[in-house]
């Protein structure tokens, strides 16, 4: 958690582990997008549902555009990321195994919130629909654990590729990263008031989504109330 009127970290643990990213990349993608061409009408529909919806079409779309591994690769050195990294060489199209750090992330919030194509995307992470374009729930975590005012983006991997239960829309490098493969993904990522708040988490195997969403919403929860 990063304190924005103090200007520091005031809670962190294991900040640069890394994780595979999921859907939370779609804020570098967005960016790196932004920052490099004048956006149409289409494009801003479509860069609005990746990051209010979490559309993985939309992600695709934008990924392919950008050149992949580039988009990363560009980021990393406008963003001075030290733990992200592009996916895999024998998986380029997996945007969403790009490896990060809750470190980076928090970075990355740092980035936007001073970037000339922030105002946008920021726009886009305060109107956060509660059912991801998929039909899982996305208001596990921040939405959630604390009140507004927030801007959040989620992320999810590992949980199949329809959800249990459909979400009803009710709001309540030199080196080789760890991706976690084979255990599910949960991250909740976001402004809330002065703090950028980031938690990035490692389930067990096997657990279900709705198990996942009740401990990293409690975790949350925690997390800021200890700060």
Excluded: N
């Amino acid at each position: 958690m990063f304190d924005r009127k103090v200007g520091r970290i005031v809670l962190a643990r294991q900040a640069r582990r890394t994780f595979r990213s999921a859907s939370v990349v779609k804020i570098l993608i967005a960016l790196d997008y932004l920052e490099r061409h004048r956006a149409s009408a289409a494009d801003r529909v479509l860069l609005a549902s990746m990051l209010r919806s979490s559309d993985d079409q939309a992600a695709t779309e934008f990924w392919r555009r950008g050149g992949q591994a580039q988009i990363i690769e560009r980021m990393v050195r406008k963003a001075g990321l030290a733990e992200t990294a592009p996916p895999p060489a024998e998986k380029p199209g997996f945007w969403g195994y790009t490896a990060l750090s809750a470190g980076d992330v928090v970075k990355t919030y740092r980035y936007l919130l001073e970037a000339k194509a922030g105002d946008f995307v920021m726009e886009q992470l305060r109107k956060a629909t509660p059912c991801g374009k998929d039909g899982f729930d996305q208001t596990f975590g921040i939405p959630r654990a604390l009140k507004r005012p927030w801007a959040v983006k989620q992320g999810w991997s590992g949980f199949g590729d329809v959800p249990a239960e459909r979400c009803r829309g009710v709001r309540p490098a030199a080196w080789a990263p760890d991706l976690g493969i084979g255990r599910p993904v949960l991250h909740t990522t976001g402004v809330v008031g002065d703090k950028i708040v980031v938690v990035l988490t490692l389930q067990p195997a096997g657990s279900s989504f709705g198990a996942a969403s009740a401990r990293i919403t409690a975790l949350t929860r925690d997390v800021y109330r200890a700060s």
